[in-house]
């Protein structure tokens, strides 16, 4: 029976260190800003974005800038997927990683897909990765810091397991919650008219700041002991479903602009 156990714990575990590594708000996470956005934009927006999509959804297309990752043809666009920040610095004073960032990546997306010459492919392209940046620099730790790679380097455990506080904030504490994307998006915090007319109309350099300032706090309130489970989600969640909301929010309402 031991021999057993022992030969089912060795590969389970060796998965379970490997399958979760450098996923982004995970599938679940990035779903959900896409789906609330879908459910949001005018109907002229949805025909358009139907049509360069082909019918595919955008809760569907919110993973794809993370499939493509494992592809070297695709290594370019690793670093637009966060951008870490030195000490107490700010983004906007920071020094810029040369080969790209969140930010930036967003203002690109959004300059391919305004520009009437653009190629078609390349439109469907950027907006593919639009969707999810949106999605990614609504995740604190995408603006966490540099020294420890937006917490990557963070070791702690979830439940029990290894993980790091990176991944914590990306998938952890959203995909053991037990709800499916549609559930998530459902059920996400309901928030007065004028709030969410506030959060939609909030330039990108807010977002940005948000994400950070959260980040910090995510840093200063990290328990001693880092063995995490429900008292770390109980404290946090709200938070995630909160950056979700936003994340969707102004997705739509980009989406809007961009197609209008
Ligand atoms: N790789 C290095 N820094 C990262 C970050 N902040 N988020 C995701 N991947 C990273
Ligand atoms: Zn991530
Ligand atoms: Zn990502």
Known sequence: MKAILILLWVPLSVFGWSNTSDLEWGATGHRVVGELAAQRISKRTAKKIDALLEGVSLAETSTFADEIKSDKRYRAYSPWHYANIKGDETY????????????????????????PTADRSDKQFYLKLLVHFVGDIHQPMHLGKLSDRGGNDVEVKWFGRNSNLHRLWDSDMIDDYGM???????????????ELKKIASAPLITWVNESHDLAKQIYATLPENTNLGYRYRYD??????M??????????????EIFK
Do not use: M, W
């Open 180 to 194: 499916s994307y549609t559930e998530i998006t459902v059920n996400l915090p309901k928030v007065k008219k004028s």
């Open 92 to 115: 906007a004073l920071s020094k810029k990683n040369e080969k790209g960032d969140i930010v930036r990546a967003i203002k690109q997306c959004i300059e391919v897909l305004k520009n």
């Open 236 to 241: 946090h969640f709200n938070s995630v479903r």
């Open 243 to 256: 950056q979700l909301l936003k994340g969707g929010i102004r997705l739509a309402a980009l989406l809007d």
